[in-house]
């Protein structure tokens, strides 16, 4: 399978842990987003990278929130002392040089803060 | 924040019949796209329509952009069972560099069989 991968699928934490999520995403892409998604709503941009430089944040990444993308290939989103709030699924996406507009995203990790 | 609405929130409908599903959104844009997300799974791209088109189709999808209005649609024709899913729309929107997707709410499809 070439498509973005991510891992975990499911994560159930504790308020107060921290939790590290990772996207793998489609080789030849050099871009790469993260974006978080509540129930019944569309997913809300988190933050972009361009191969391992991170160029964009929005407002909704709190100073909570790390993402790394070291070699320019995977990434990683951290979440360091969970809130109830932080409960959602996290999506990764990426794309490349041509078609660029067209975002291919993997399946999503569940994060369950109890 | 979400950029667009999509109208209705939820539509069932029966296998064959057609599904119309309506976005509004707020700013200028460059493109649309119309994304789909299986329950719990991530989004698969379906179309997208640039702002100097009116219409778009692929396959069984048929996609309408009225930028005076600042709205889309997208019918689905002949619908299937494994067409149940929500369907969202998303429009380019510049932050510095990134090229990020603004989505709307999204429409909950239901085909029965």
């Known amino acids: 399978d070439t498509g973005v991968s991510q891992d975990p699928r499911h994560k159930i934490t504790k308020r107060g842990q921290n939790v590290t999520f990772r996207c793998d995403p489609i080789?030849?892409?050099?871009?790469l987003y993260w974006y978080r998604q509540t129930l019944g709503q569309g997913p809300e941009f988190l933050t972009y990278f361009q191969n391992e430089a991170q160029l964009e944040k929005s407002r909704l990444l709190s100073d909570r929130f790390s993402a790394e993308r070291p070699k320019g290939s995977f990434s990683t989103l951290e979440i360091q002392r969970t809130e109830q709030g932080d409960s959602a699924m996290y999506l990764c996406?990426?794309?490349?040089?041509?078609?660029?507009?067209?975002?291919?995203f993997g399946p999503g990790t569940r994060l369950t803060v109890t | 924040s979400q950029q667009g609405e999509e109208d209705p929130q939820a539509l069932s409908i029966q296998e064959g019949e057609n599904a119309t599903m309506n976005c509004s959104y707020k700013?200028?844009?460059?493109?649309l796209q119309w994304y789909r997300q299986n329950s719990g799974r991530g989004l698969v791209h379906l179309i997208l329509?640039?702002?100097?088109?009116r219409e778009k189709h692929s396959g069984r999808l048929r996609v309408t952009l009225d930028t005076s209005k600042k709205s889309s649609s997208l019918l689905i024709t002949a619908s299937r069972a494994a067409d149940t899913a929500s369907y969202f729309c998303?429009?380019?929107?510049?932050?510095?560099?990134?090229?990020?997707?603004?989505f709307g709410s999204g429409t909950q499809l239901t085909v029965l069989p």
């Open positions: 996406a990426s794309t490349g040089d041509t078609r660029f507009y067209e975002q291919y």
């Open positions: 998303a429009t380019t929107t510049f932050s510095g560099s990134a090229r990020q997707l603004t």
């Open positions: 329509i640039r702002s100097n088109e």
């Open positions: 080789s030849e892409h050099n871009r």
């Open positions: 700013t200028s844009i460059n493109n």
